[in-house]
């Protein structure tokens, strides 16, 4: 009986060396940590090399199947901001900006949140439209890059943060004008004087407040232009975006996490 018991344990012994060399043999060891991040790795190389070269809509496959496969890797992080720039660049400004805000929420602390407030701002402000349609993309984007300002104001963004909210401003003043031409037009003085005062109150210092100080002083007067407006009023547009080219908004932005 003695000789019974020793032989099953020898024989169980026996069986787990082999199934552990078996494991071995076959790579059948948990290694969890290689199986998970070379894959991810592969991928990331693969989504950086379109991204660096402009193929964002193949670039965000492959950051997003990091993030749906392998969303505890050293690469999901890249790949969270990465998806964010791929979709900015493909016009999907909304989408972008719940993409940056994701990543600012989960990653209070990483280096590129500068960066990531300074994107979130310019999404808001590639939505600005024209001088009489909704103001809100230029308001957002003003509050926005004021607040990157305070945070971080010695960040490698600070002076286009600056162009872009005086550019956004003179947007606005624009369109307060713009109101208050309309209600010349209609003969609606007292809300041509509400608009005229607020624009120079909330505006000053801008491409228009000369143009909007003579007309508020004409209709306090009591002499507005009753001629044809078009003769009377400088011809009004949005302000000149042109000086801000886009490849200067990828070289000045996203070149600076482009990695």
């Not at 060399?21 to 991810?40: D, Q, R």
């Not at 308001?139 to 490698?156: E, G």
Request: net charge negative.
């Amino acid at each position: 009986m003695r000789n019974l018991k020793v032989s099953t344990v020898l024989l169980l012994l026996s069986l787990l060396v082999g199934c552990s060399e078996l494991k071995s043999t076959f790579n059948f060891t948990s290694s969890e940590p290689v199986e998970e991040e070379l894959p991810a790795k592969n991928l990331a190389i693969k989504g950086m090399d379109d991204y660096n070269v402009g193929k964002y809509f193949t670039a965000i496959e492959f950051f997003n199947e990091i993030l749906d496969r392998y969303p505890f890797s050293p690469e999901a992080t890249l790949s969270e901001l990465k998806a964010a720039d791929c979709s900015f660049y493909l016009g999907g400004y909304q989408e972008a900006l719940i993409l940056y805000e994701a990543f600012e929420d989960h990653h209070p602390t990483n280096e590129a949140i500068p960066y990531v407030m300074f994107q979130k701002a310019m999404c808001n402000y590639k939505g600005i439209d024209r001088i009489d349609r909704d103001t809100s993309g230029a308001v957002n984007a003003i509050q926005l890059f004021k607040q990157l300002l305070k945070a971080y104001p010695d960040s490698p963004y600070t002076g286009e943060a600056r162009a872009r909210i005086a550019s956004a401003t003179e947007f606005l003043a624009n369109h307060e004008y713009f109101v208050a031409k309309y209600y010349v037009r209609t003969e609606k003085y007292s809300e041509a004087i509400v608009r005229l005062k607020y624009m120079l109150a909330m505006y000053p210092n801008t491409d228009f407040e000369d143009q909007a100080r003579d007309l508020l002083a004409r209709i306090e007067a009591g002499d507005p232009p009753k001629s044809r407006l078009t003769s009377w009023f400088p011809n009004v547009s949005w302000p000149d975006w042109s000086f801000f080219r886009e490849k200067d908004e990828e070289d000045s932005a996203a070149e600076e996490f482009k990695r």
